[in-house]
């Protein structure tokens, strides 16, 4: 394997990640969808909840590290609470969160006070998940969402879980093109801590 260099550029994903209960409910959602609709790709990742999206060179990782820390410790322990389906343009299909306060003003502090760090090439823009969701199937051609949402867009599935803290995800990538050069790996767990002074603090990380 090539050492890694300063100059080495990542994809990254910043996430909540459910307990053990709901991700196998998830999983079982995802596997049928796999074998009822021919789309292997929705078994691939596991399920998750994406808080932002961005790319950014090596050398710039213990600054956001540190930034992350930071707005964690703003954040409280919440729960997440999904409820039915929802879709995207005809070709996502996801599970519905319901608005949660903590985490909403998290990622509306994240964009506004990190987002131009979070910018390392005007070609990958970073991006905030204002409308947060639990994909289960995405990149669906069109026969196949069609078949999809007929049989899923009214059924109910409701579910939560606690969220007590946020992972930071990342994998290298070629900077021209953005095609991954390998797969995922963890970075680094930021627990929520909601320190009451701290989480006064929260509108002005």
Request: aromatic residues 12%.
């Amino acid at each position: 394997m090539a050492k890694k260099t300063a100059y080495a550029f990542y994809e990254h994903l910043l996430l909540l990640s459910p307990d053990q209960k709901v991700n196998a409910e998830i999983m079982d959602i995802k596997t049928a969808y796999s074998n009822d609709y021919g789309l292997a790709s929705a078994i691939k990742s596991k399920p998750h909840i994406t808080l932002a999206n961005f790319g950014q060179f090596e050398s710039m990782e213990r600054p956001i590290v540190e930034d992350f820390e930071k707005l964690a410790k703003a954040i409280p322990p919440t729960t997440i609470k999904l409820s039915g389906f929802g879709q995207f343009n005809y070709r996502t299909i996801y599970v519905n969160v319901i608005q949660n306060k903590p985490i909403a003003q998290g990622v509306s502090a994240m964009k506004l006070r990190l987002g131009k760090k979070l910018n390392a090439l005007d070609t990958f823009k970073p991006s905030f998940s204002n409308n947060l969701h639990l994909t289960i199937a995405r990149n669906m051609a069109e026969p196949q969402f069609r078949q999809a949402w007929e049989e899923w867009g009214k059924r109910r599935y409701n579910a939560s879980f606690a969220a007590n803290g946020m992972l930071l995800l990342k994998r290298e990538i070629d900077p021209l093109t953005f095609s991954p050069k390998e797969s995922y790996r963890l970075i680094k767990y930021f627990p929520f801590t909601g320190k009451e002074q701290e989480a006064e603090q929260l509108a002005l990380f």
